[in-house]
């Protein structure tokens, strides 16, 4: 099947710092990668989409500036939390799906634990 | 948009009992309707999915069914085992609208032994 994978898959900083985290398909082009953010014991939140070469589209209540996307690669997506608080501690998960392979399944990446202390 | 409700939130059944969790459903639209499972700590793992062409879809121990005119489809467990155990989401999304999906809030099954 197809695997998705994130690093890291821990992080823990300080406020203010920004954290990179990246999300790869391994084994097949992801013409469409998104990034969720899990509460405890919460569902799963859908913060933005993002399509090869092209900006990212942001749900309605993210800040853009503050969850900056890159997809530079058909098979990378990178989401960089900036000037961390404390309030952006939860579990990012980036999927992926090839939507051009005419399958509209995502397959997700075993997540991001992200602390801000 | 589209809203997918979950029920139930918790369920609790015997080692090799079946266990069921539904899901509803809003936008007519969603043609695409998968099933998660999440262990602690760990990414979904997809484990069935089912699309709006279909009725009913089993693999081993595990079926989904849905009913496009009632908007609602269900994730069927039988013969359940401890390893069952873990939030299971349901999804509904539309291939035509950039694939957008929705999650259901989960259902947390645990399987007694």
């Known amino acids: 099947g197809a695997v998705v994978s994130q690093h890291p898959s821990r992080v823990i900083c300080k406020s203010g710092t920004s954290v990179k985290i990246e999300c790869r398909s391994l084994d097949f082009q992801a013409t469409t990668m998104f990034w969720y953010r899990q509460f405890p014991k919460q569902s799963l939140m859908l913060m933005a989409t993002s399509n090869e070469g092209s900006k990212a589209t942001y749900e309605q209540g993210v800040e853009k500036d503050k969850f900056l996307i890159n997809h530079a690669s058909l098979t990378l997506s990178t989401l960089t939390v900036t000037s961390a608080h404390p309030e952006d501690s939860s579990f990012y998960i980036c999927?992926?799906?090839?939507?051009?392979?005419?399958?509209?399944?995502?397959?997700f990446g075993p997540g991001t634990r992200l602390t801000v202390l | 948009g589209e809203n997918v409700e979950q029920h139930p939130s918790t369920l609790s059944v015997q080692e090799g009992d079946s266990a069921v969790i539904k899901c509803t459903y809003s936008d007519s639209a969603s043609n695409y309707f998968p099933w998660y499972k999440q262990e602690l700590g760990k990414g979904p793992q997809l484990i069935i999915d089912i699309r709006s062409n279909v009725g009913e879809k089993k693999d081993q121990r595990i079926a989904v069914t849905l009913n496009k005119t009632a908007k609602h489809f269900s994730l069927h467990i039988t013969e359940t085992q401890p390893e069952d155990s873990a939030v299971y989401f349901c999804a509904a999304s539309n291939q035509y609208n950039n694939n957008d999906m929705r999650f259901g809030a989960g259902t947390r099954l645990t399987v007694k032994p």
């Open positions: 999927s992926a799906s090839a939507l051009a392979g005419g399958g509209n399944e995502q397959f």
